[in-house]
């Protein structure tokens, strides 16, 4: 079974700083890897999602990924953090098995933008 | 529009009185999943189902059944609900193309006492 980790479960910059978002996996082969967004009293919206084409993914709202398998990681970054941004993040992983894909998310990261 | 729909969206219940909540979905996706949230443990996989009569249990199966008798529908049934089974649920659903991007419902906010 897959284990994502999260580190730090709450993040606070200034607006217009960077953000700097951490995931790391447990697989040893490169996984779909996925991060998603949630809103105060909403679902998941996806952000971006690694799927072996490009090591640098590209996401909305400006946030982009990069898939290193050496260190197991796919942080999420944005040069420029914009109030809207504040919201928990998930990370997750998703393994092929034989009935199907299994998912497995990280614990989140609460994003808190100081004005 | 494309959407997971659930219902309810509140649910407080006692304990032992059966429950189901329902999700469904209109994009003609093959795969669909149930979730919980629940504070500092992030999102867990409870049951998933790959096709129409194909289910498979995630991480927290227990005290949970589903079923998938038509492609667009995947309740949730909780036979006799308990209170550590007080959480926030996801219904999710995805294409089962290359990477399984899933679309995620609003949320059912179950409470039992």
């Known amino acids: 079974a897959q284990s994502v980790t999260q580190l730090g479960s709450h993040v606070s910059v200034s607006e217009g700083a960077l953000v700097l978002l951490r995931c790391n996996y447990s697989s040893s082969v490169p996984p779909y890897l996925f991060w998603y967004v949630q809103y105060p009293n909403q679902g998941l919206q996806l952000l971006l999602k690694y799927t072996s084409a490009a090591t640098l993914v590209k996401g909305i709202n400006g946030f982009e990924a990069e898939f290193k398998k050496s260190e197991t990681s796919f942080h999420l970054t944005k040069p420029s953090a914009h109030m809207s941004d504040a919201a928990e993040y998930f990370c997750?992983?998703?393994?092929?098995?034989?009935?199907?894909?299994?998912?497995?998310f990280g614990t989140g990261t609460s994003l808190t933008v100081i004005p | 529009e494309a959407q997971v729909t659930q219902n309810p969206r509140y649910l407080i219940t006692v304990t032992g009185k059966k429950l189901t909540v329902t999700c469904s979905q209109n994009m003609n996706h093959e795969y669909m999943s149930w979730y919980r949230q629940d504070p500092g443990l992030g999102l867990r996989q409870i049951y998933y189902s790959m096709n129409v009569e194909v289910t498979d249990k995630g991480d927290v199966p227990e005290g949970y059944k589903v079923s998938r008798k038509e492609k667009r529908n995947f309740p949730l049934i909780l036979e006799s609900p308990s209170p550590n089974q007080t959480s926030l649920y996801f219904c999710?659903?995805?294409?089962?193309?290359?990477?399984?991007?899933?679309?995620f419902g609003p949320g059912t906010r179950l409470t039992v006492t």
């Open positions: 999710a659903s995805a294409g089962t193309g290359v990477s399984y991007e899933q679309y």
């Open positions: 997750a992983v998703s393994e092929k098995g034989a009935t199907g894909n299994q998912f497995y």
